[in-house]
């Protein structure tokens, strides 16, 4: 064993030593004939930043989308294995994916609010899940929380569209924090954003990570450095690697890894 | 840099594209016009109808000329214009305002050129009016042979006014000898109608043989008033009476149409929408919904007179609803339903993923994603396909046929199990009628035909630019 592995695995041993939120073990995912996940097995602690990063089609939107099984909107998809979340199997017999949806929310690569009204986007997740608090201020909670509070107080009722893409994507931060998950799912959530506007979504996860376990699809890597504790490189389908971000991109235990994050392919 | 030549193809292109387009729209333009033409007369119609006339065609044989025709009041109302200008039923119309008429039509452009006003109608008088009754008798000298003798003459009548008297022989009438009592009319009637005004009557009066200058023409003025928007009003708004053009109206047929319609769009539309939502979001891919998609496909072209077979077999005959506007609107909404389902499942597959996704990751179920977002967002594009069939429903006039409806009735449908007509329906019965005025009617009803789809498609713009500014 190389001394590269060996610290590999040291670290993945003292990821998983801390309280796993997910326990991926030997998952696999197919859409039709096509195999999307190839076997991967991976523990995401909690309360940590964890990032997947990779080259496109790899397979990391397909990952982390599985967490919550979004992947059930799209017929033909198949998988095998399993996802402990907080020890239940997420695809289980007995487990309800609306259930699952919310206890863990999703923000989409693409901003997307409904097109209503500021206030009812935030408030649509807490309506449909019979919230019966006072409405106003978990909104007002919600959007403090996405820190487009004090932007958007005074146009509560303009229509979600009309706000700017950076917003756009704030509200609907504010709309998946408002029912409380538990974890936050990003897929590649400042890909269609200027650099201030992701320098603003950057700062919410710092912030957000004292309170929510939250997982990050990425193709940046400097994104991932900057706001993860924990990375995995996919390639291929395959959980290539998985480390302490730190440890990751400065000693990776792959040659894969490595060629990827020097720019050498990707 | 493109090649130029690929530019000039695109010019060609488009100049056909707009060529196609300015014919289409010339068509388009050219059908319209001749309807509106053809429904022109309407208001002279209604002007007749309203001055307590009803015409009629009819015609008598002349010796060497066949057939005359000649326009007859089939009607004249009570206490109208008409009647106190002198006119009564069967009188036969001659001029009016100084142009001779032949059949109604020409009563009817005649006015039309006249514009409102006082008109001068002439007229030949009924035979009890003409020269009061005649009596067939043994002729005088030469029995066995028929003559005709005046019995009483009216005060005023043109035969006082000409000195006839009772008890004289009609012996020939313009030059033709009368043989019976009603032809000794129709002779005057046939004479006036080819020329000559004043008649030569050849009498026998106590054995002698007298020749008469005789003037059958009676004159008086009838006020005639043509009102092109209340004329539509009265045909849209009336029952009618079916036998003369002039009184007949739209209203039962266009009660029919919307009940028929309506009673299509309750089962239609839910159910449509509905089986397009569970074909488009609950159901698996297997088998039995590839089946069924093909069933539905195949059923979007049947002919529609087989579904009128299907409507009479089952909703008229097995379940009893008989020849009524449930029955009616049952079939329609056979027809339809299929189309819904189409375009109701395109407009769904529209939808993009992500509004799904949306509703989705904040822990919608699957009916409340349904609901609060994605049937919103395919709105538009299902009322597109709804206000089509509504269209094409309010069009079809073949499986109501097949079904038993009938072309025309004389009430209004109360129930939904009162039989019924259609407007399309009442289109065809006036179309294949022979007497004059009923392709007018025809040409107006196709006319509100046709500013019913107007109103329908315009609803459904607004609609959609409604719905689609709250999404866009």
Redesign the interface.
Same mark, same amino acid.
């Given at each position: 064993m190389s001394r590269e592995e060996t610290a590999s695995a040291q670290a993945v041993e003292a990821a998983a030593a801390e309280k796993a939120v997910f326990q991926i073990r030997s998952f696999s995912l197919w859409y039709g004939d096509q195999q999307a996940l190839k076997d991967v097995s991976l523990d995401i602690p909690e309360r940590r930043v964890t990032a997947i990063i990779g080259p496109s089609g790899c397979g990391k939107s397909t990952l982390i989308r599985a967490l =919550?099984r979004?992947n059930d909107?799209i017929?033909?998809v198949r998988t095998q294995g399993q996802i402990l979340f907080r020890g239940t199997d997420l695809y289980g017999r007995g487990t309800d994916p @609306?259930?699952v #949806? #919310? #206890?863990i929310?999703?923000v %989409?690569q693409?901003p =997307? $609010?409904? $097109?209503k009204s500021v206030f009812e986007n935030v408030a %649509?997740?807490l309506r449909? =899940?019979g919230f019966r608090g006072d409405l106003k201020a978990r909104v007002q909670w919600a959007l403090e929380k996405a820190a487009l509070w004090e932007e958007v107080q005074d146009q509560l009722h303009k229509s979600g %569209?009309d706000l700017s893409g950076g917003q756009q994507q704030r509200l609907?931060l504010a #709309? /998946?924090l /408002? @029912?409380q998950p538990e974890v936050l799912l990003m897929d590649e959530p400042c890909s269609a954003l200027d650099p201030i506007a992701t320098g603003k979504i950057e700062d919410l996860i710092h912030q957000l990570k004292e309170e929510i376990t939250i997982v990050i699809v990425t193709h940046n890597m400097q994104q991932a450095a900057r706001v993860s504790d924990h990375t995995a490189f996919m390639l291929l389908g395959e959980l290539i690697e998985f480390a302490p971000t730190k440890i990751l991109f400065t000693r990776p235990g792959d040659p894969r890894t490595e060629a990827y994050i020097t720019g050498r392919f990707g | 840099m493109r090649p130029k030549w690929r530019k000039g193809r695109g010019t060609v292109f488009g100049a056909l594209s707009v060529g196609a387009l300015m014919v289409g729209l010339l068509a388009l333009a050219t059908m319209i016009a001749a309807t509106v033409l053809q429904a022109r007369r309407l208001t002279a119609m209604d002007a007749t109808s309203q001055a307590g006339l009803a015409l009629s065609l009819r015609s008598v044989e002349v010796p060497g000329r066949e057939f005359v025709p000649y326009v007859v009041a089939a009607q004249v109302d009570p206490d109208s214009a008409a009647e106190r200008a002198g006119l009564s039923r069967g009188d036969v119309l001659v001029g009016v305002g100084g142009s001779a008429v032949s059949r109604p039509d020409e009563v009817w452009d005649a006015l039309g050129k006249l514009g409102p006003g006082s008109s001068t109608v002439s007229w030949i008088p009924k035979p009890e009016k003409l020269w009061g009754p005649l009596r067939a008798v043994v002729h005088p000298e030469r029995p066995g042979e028929l003559g005709v003798t005046l019995a009483a003459v009216p005060v005023g009548s043109p035969a006082e006014r000409a000195g006839l008297r009772p008890g004289d022989a009609l012996i020939s009438v313009a030059g033709l000898p009368v043989t019976g009592t009603r032809q000794a009319w129709e002779l005057v009637v046939g004479a006036v109608r080819q020329g000559p005004q004043v008649l030569t009557l050849v009498i026998e009066r106590g054995r002698e043989r007298q020749e008469l200058a005789f003037d059958p023409i009676v004159q008086g003025e009838i006020p005639f008033q043509p009102e092109l928007w209340r004329a539509w009003g009265r045909f849209l708004t009336r029952i009618g009476d079916p036998r003369y053009p002039e009184r007949a109206g739209l209203l039962s047929a266009l009660v029919g149409s919307l009940l028929v319609v309506g009673v299509m769009a309750l089962f239609a539309f839910p159910l449509g929408v509905g089986a397009a939502v569970y074909l488009e979001e609950y159901a698996s891919q297997n088998w039995f919904t590839e089946v069924l998609q093909v069933l539905i496909a195949n059923l979007a072209g049947m002919p529609s007179a087989v579904v009128g077979i299907f409507g009479l077999e089952i909703f008229a005959r097995s379940w009893g609803l008989g020849r009524s506007v449930f029955a009616g609107g049952l079939t329609l909404a056979l027809l339809v339903l299929p189309m819904t389902i189409v375009a109701a499942r395109e407009a769904l597959r529209t939808v993009p993923r992500w509004v799904r996704e949306a509703a989705a990751s904040v822990g919608a179920t699957p009916w409340q994603v349904i609901r609060f977002h994605v049937l919103p967002y395919a709105l538009p594009g299902i009322f597109t396909g709804i206000i089509l069939a509504l269209a094409r429903a309010l069009g079809e006039a073949a499986p109501l046929l097949l079904l038993g409806a009938f072309l025309y009735v004389t009430y209004v449908p109360q129930s939904l199990l009162d039989s019924f007509t259609i407007v399309p329906l009442q289109i065809f019965d006036w179309a294949t009628k022979p007497q004059d005025g009923f392709a007018e009617l025809a040409a107006a009803a196709i006319l509100v035909l046709i500013a019913m789809h107007l109103v329908l498609n315009s609803i459904a713009i607004v609609l959609r630019n409604r719905y689609q500014r709250r999404w866009a």
């Open positions: =919550n979004m909107l017929p033909s @609306v259930e #949806r #919310r #206890r929310g999703m %989409f693409k =997307n $609010p409904f $097109p %649509f997740g449909i =899940n %569209f609907c #709309r /998946a /408002a @029912v | -």
